[in-house]
Nanobody, 121 residues
Framework: QVQLVESGGGLVQPGGSLRLSCAASGSIFSINAMGWYRQAPGKQRELVASITQGGTTNYADSVKGRFTISRDNTKNTVYLQMNSLTPEDTAVYYC???????????????WGQGTLITVSS
């Protein structure tokens, strides 16, 4: 069984920074894309940023220039560096991974449990 464990959330003042981490563990053969999504109260879950195994990144327009996604394939870990945070960034942030448990298994989409980020003074 594969798990994604997130860390790094919390309360931060507007203009501040936070770094999220998400580590995948369990039976993993390969991880394709990894990403971060968020869901604010009363809103749908949205993509924040994603990164392929080769390092190609994609960002939501609302976070471009402020957030940076990266990954360490040796640790099966993805990071999200968030700078210049605003109250509009307040949400539960979820880690996501598209992976294979074995060489012969189908791709599987796995989600983390979510971590709350609150941007407030």
């Amino acid at each position: 069984q594969v798990q994604l464990v997130e860390s790094g959330g919390g309360l931060v003042q507007p203009g501040g920074s936070l770094r999220l981490s998400c580590a995948a563990s369990g039976s993993i053969f390969s991880i394709n894309a990894m990403g971060w999504y968020r869901q604010a109260p009363g809103k749908q879950r949205e993509l924040v940023a994603s990164i392929t195994q080769g390092g190609t990144t994609n960002y939501a327009d609302s976070v471009k220039g402020r957030f940076t996604i990266s990954r360490d394939n040796t640790k099966n870990t993805v990071y999200l560096q968030m700078n210049s945070l605003t109250p509009e960034d307040t949400a539960v942030y979820y880690c996501n991974a598209d992976l294979r448990g074995t060489k012969w298994s189908r791709n599987l989409e796995v989600w983390g449990q979510g971590t709350l980020i609150t941007v407030s003074s």
